[in-house]
């Protein structure tokens, strides 16, 4: 891994860690519970996405790239907005990040090909 992936996923894993610290002095137990679980359900998304991408087993996989930054940002902005400051902006751009997100996901499903055969196979 290069100091840039490290770095990455190190300032991710603050980022969400940060959160979830507000939110636990905030919040009462059940809103908590099912913030976490949309945070662990990102987690297993940014990984899995992460190993295609470094693995470059896929033509686009920088489209997988790009859909797992704008649900990070669409599940940032739902968890501010609708726990610590209700703005009308950041609905907005809750909507922008989610519609981006689902439609990079499908058009890296639709046009994603094998760049070689041998690393599946292995």
């Known amino acids: 891994m290069s100091v840039s992936v490290i770095l990455s996923l190190g300032l991710v894993v603050y980022l969400i860690f940060s959160l979830l610290k507000v939110l636990s002095l905030e919040l009462t137990n059940a809103p908590l519970i099912l913030t976490s679980l949309a945070t662990i359900g990102f987690i297993i998304y940014f990984i899995s996405a992460g190993i295609i991408y470094l693995k470059s087993m896929y033509n686009n996989a920088v489209v997988l790239l790009i859909s797992v930054i ?53």
């Open 70 to 122: 704008a649900y990070f940002f669409q599940l940032i902005f739902s968890i501010i907005n609708e726990f610590i400051y209700f703005e009308r902006i950041l609905t907005a751009l809750i909507i922008v990040c989610h519609i981006g997100s689902i439609y990079l996901l499908m058009k890296f499903l639709l046009e994603a090909t094998i760049i070689d055969h041998k690393i599946i196979e292995n």
